[in-house]
C-alpha cells in the first residue's frame, strides 16, 4: 500500500488531534502515582479523550479491551488495565494512548516512574525517550525512512539496550496503522523517500535486558522474556521542507 501524503487540510486536523492527545498525556502524567491501579489510568484516560470530543482508537482495535495500553516494568506495550494492578514505588509504567478527532488519529506513549526507580532504570526511560529525537533528526523530506532506524539503533547500541524488533512504527492519518512501518533497529534497505506531509509514529521500545519478547495468555501483553523493565516512547510526527514537527509535542 502506497504511503500517503496529507493536504493542508487534513494536516491542520492531524494537529488538532494531536494536541489534544498531548493534553491527555500530560493530565496522565500528573495522575499516575503509587497506590492507583492501571485500570484507574485506563478510566482517566478514557474520560480525557472524550471530554475533548475524541474517540479512543484503541478501545476495540483488534478486540483490544480499554482505551489506554498500560505497561508495567517487564511489560513492553499493550499491557492490558486491570482493577488488581497497582502501580507501588519503585515500578515504571509506559503508558500507550491514541485518539480520533474529526477522522483523524494520534498516538503516542510515554513512560514514568513511580517514586523512587533506580538510576539504572531511570537512565533507561531517559535514553528510550533520547532515541526517539535521535532518530527523528533524520526524518527530513529527501532522507530514506530507515535513516531514522539506523540512527534509533546507533544511538541505544553503546548502552547495550535490547531493542524490541517484534513491534514496530508506523504511518497514522485516517487509519491507527498506515503504511509505512518503522522499525527501531538497523535495517539493510534504506526504505522509502521521506516526503512533505507523511505523518508517522515513531515509537522506540527498549528493554534493559534481551531484546526478545513474549505474548501472555491474554494475546496482548508483550513481556520482556528475561523479566527485566522495558521502556516506551512515541510521538506523532510531520515530515515537513524543514524540521519535522512533533505533534503530539508542543512543549
Ligand atoms: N501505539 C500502539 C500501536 O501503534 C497502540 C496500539 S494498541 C491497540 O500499535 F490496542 F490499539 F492495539
Ligand atoms: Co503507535
Redesign the pocket.
Known amino acids: 500500500m502506497a504511503v500517503s501524503i496529507k493536504s493542508e487540510r487534513e494536516i491542520e486536523l492531524m494537529r488538532q488531534s494531536c494536541r489534544l492527545l498531548e493534553e491527555v498525556h500530560d493530565e496522565l502524567g500528573r495522575f499516575v502515582k503509587s497506590g492507583i491501579s492501571t485500570l484507574d489510568i485506563d478510566r482517566y484516560g478514557e474520560q480525557l479523550i472524550r471530554e475533548r470530543g475524541g474517540i479512543p482508537?484503541?478501545l476495540n482495535?483488534?478486540g483490544?479491551p480499554?482505551s489506554i495500553?498500560v505497561s508495567v516494568n517487564e511489560e513492553v506495550?499493550?499491557g492490558i488495565p486491570r482493577k488488581d494492578r497497582i502501580l507501588q514505588d519503585g515500578d515504571i509504567v509506559s503508558l500507550?494512548a491514541?485518539m480520533i478527532y474529526k477522522g483523524y488519529h494520534s498516538?503516542a506513549?510515554r513512560t514514568y516512574p513511580i517514586g523512587n526507580v533506580s538510576p539504572e532504570v531511570l537512565q533507561l526511560i531517559e535514553v528510550t525517550k533520547q532515541s526517539f529525537f535521535e532518530g527523528i533528526k533524520m526524518a527530513k523530506a529527501g532522507n530514506h525512512l530507515h535513516d531514522i532506524s539506523n540512527a534509533i539503533d546507533d544511538y541505544i547500541k553503546p548502552y547495550g539496550y535490547g531493542i524490541v524488533h517484534d513491534?514496530v512504527?508506523?504511518g497514522i492519518g485516517t487509519s491507527?496503522?498506515e503504511d509505512p512501518q518503522i522499525p527501531n533497529f538497523r535495517q539493510h534497505r534504506r526504505g522509502i523517500r521521506l516526503e512533505p506531509g507523511m505523518t508517522l509514529?515513531i515509537?522506540p521500545m527498549v528493554n534493559l535486558g534481551r531484546w526478545e519478547v513474549e505474548w501472555l495468555d491474554d494475546d496482548?501483553t508483550v513481556v520482556a522474556i528475561d523479566g527485566l523493565p522495558s521502556a516506551h516512547y512515541?510521538n506523532t510526527i510531520l515530515i515537513t521542507d524543514g524540521e519535522p514537527e512533533i505533534l503530539t509535542l508542543s512543549h
Open positions: 482508537n484503541f482495535y483488534n483490544y480499554a495500553c506495550v499493550h500507550d491514541g498516538d506513549a513491534l512504527g508506523h491507527l496503522h509514529a515509537e496482548w512515541e
